[in-house]
């Protein structure tokens, strides 16, 4: 678990090779060792460096990995939210918006409260999803982009701040 944990700090950092380099060590170990429980974590963590590399083929065979995993989880807030943003991420980077809504849906449905972290990750991807597919008129995205800095200081971790204010501008604009 410690080099998936060490591979989030990278990858929040926007250094995937050195995140990838981890995350291969924390798969060996879990693998290895029958520790079976941190593959969720592991695999999530793959298919977002994937597919943020544009290495969709490889971020999509993750995501199947995902998959498996999480029919053990089923019904626990951290996976679910995790579960459902990447496969929203990953819809979102290979441009198909039409199943990055269906996933968004289906996490809106949930009888849950998820995790501070995962809503948002959720009200990013929305508004990625609303500009990317013109669901919002030239005034509405003037008064989002004004509302975008309250957003993302909402956040308490000043990694993710600094992640996410560079995100919202290299994918939005």
Not at 53 to 61: G, I, N
Not at 72 to 79: I, M, T
Not at 104 to 127: A, H, V
Not at 146 to 151: G, T, Y
């Amino acid at each position: 678990m410690l080099y998936s944990n060490i591979s989030e700090t990278y990858i929040k950092e926007d250094r995937y090779e050195r995140a990838l380099a981890y995350l291969s060590d924390a798969i060996r170990i879990a693998e290895s060792s029958g520790t079976h429980d941190v593959l969720f974590y592991i695999y999530s963590n793959l298919c977002v460096v994937n597919y943020e590399m544009c290495r969709f083929d490889e971020a999509f065979r993750y995501l199947i990995k995902l998959e498996y995993e999480y029919k053990n989880r089923v019904g626990k807030a951290l996976y679910e939210g995790f579960y459902h943003l990447n496969h929203i991420g990953y819809y979102i980077r290979v441009k198909d918006y039409e199943n990055a809504y269906v996933w968004y849906e289906r996490i809106q449905k949930l009888d849950m409260t998820l995790p501070e972290n995962i809503e948002f990750g959720l009200k990013l991807n929305k508004i990625r999803l609303d500009i990317f597919t013109g669901n919002l008129q030239e005034q509405e995205q003037a008064m989002l982009f004004d509302n975008l800095e309250v957003l993302i200081k909402a956040s308490t971790n000043p990694i993710e701040i600094k992640r996410c204010s560079r995100l919202n501008f290299r994918y939005c604009i």
